[in-house]
Nanobody, 127 residues
Framework: QVQLVESGGGLVQAGGSLRLSCAAS????????MGWFRQAPGKEREFVAA???????VYADSVKGRFTISRDNAKNTVYLQMNSLKPEDSAVYYC?????????????????????WGQGTQVTVSS
């Protein structure tokens, strides 16, 4: 099992930026597919972004051009840089790990793909 710890959430005004981090345990992090998902109150969890072990990336349409996912394998960490934030981006953000090598980005955009989940970090965007 992989332990995932998110950080970087908070309160920001619309148009502002935040960078979320997700630190993972495990010596094989470089082989993981990593994803970010979010869940707003009363809504289902939705896909935000994913990055493969080869650093291929995929984004939800709602965040394309505003969010950037990246990874630092030396630090066992995946990041989500969020710019031009909107009130509708407010949610609990979760990172997730898929422990099998894959470059199927469609696969990595589905929450059922993932083996391990963090506890989440709250992002609130005020208007």
């Amino acid at each position: 099992q992989v332990q995932l710890v998110e950080s970087g959430g908070g309160l920001v005004q619309a148009g502002g930026s935040l960078r979320l981090s997700c630190a993972a345990s495990g010596r094989t992090f470089g082989g993981f597919g990593m994803g970010w998902f979010r869940q707003a109150p009363g809504k289902e969890r939705e896909f935000v972004a994913a990055i493969s072990w080869r650093s291929e990336m995929v984004y939800a349409d709602s965040v394309k051009g505003r969010f950037t996912i990246s990874r630092d394998n030396a630090k066992n960490t995946v990041y989500l840089q969020m710019n031009s934030l909107k009130p509708e981006d407010s949610a609990v953000y979760y990172c997730a790990a898929h422990r099998t090598l894959t470059s199927n980005m469609g696969f990595l955009s589905k929450d059922g793909t993932y083996d391990d989940w963090g506890q989440g970090t709250q992002v609130t965007v005020s208007s």
